[in-house]
């Protein structure tokens, strides 16, 4: 364990009466702040007279290996925008895709916002 945790939770332990057994310790951890008691269960079961001494044992005790970090899932699929994802400049910027779904042409999506923005300037005016 490093000095930095150790502190911590010599801190989050100020106010527990002393001396004091494992058993208190974690008691009055539970109470403060619940992510020290796994640290205070790898302490030897004694009493303990001063804080300090908890400090010192937890710098002695070995800490469980950290997990692993996460890697990142593969992309499923293309980029948005395709092969031009990478291009700085790509030439085709601002024209109408060739592979609109025939359902629902460029056109039709063009006229529908033109109608309902005519219907809310009437409503406005």
């Not at 058993?23 to 079961?45: F, H, K, T, W």
């Not at 692993?68 to 092969?83: I, N, T, W």
């Not at 031009?84 to 060739?98: I, K, N």
């Amino acid at each position: 364990m490093n000095t930095q945790r150790a502190a911590e939770i010599q801190v989050a332990l100020e106010g527990v009466p002393l001396p004091a057994s494992r058993d208190a310790l974690i008691a009055y951890a539970r109470g403060q702040d619940p992510s020290i008691v796994a640290d205070l269960e790898g302490l030897p079961d004694e009493e303990f007279d001063r804080l300090d001494a908890v400090g010192e044992l937890l710098m002695l005790v070995p800490t469980a290996p950290a997990e692993a970090p996460r890697l990142p899932r593969p992309e499923s699929g293309r980029p948005p925008g395709g092969e031009d994802y990478l291009t700085p400049f790509p030439a085709d910027t601002g024209r109408v895709r060739h592979d609109a779904p025939p359902g629902n042409p460029p056109q039709k999506a063009i006229e529908r916002a033109s109608k309902l923005q005519k219907a809310q300037k009437a409503e406005q005016s």
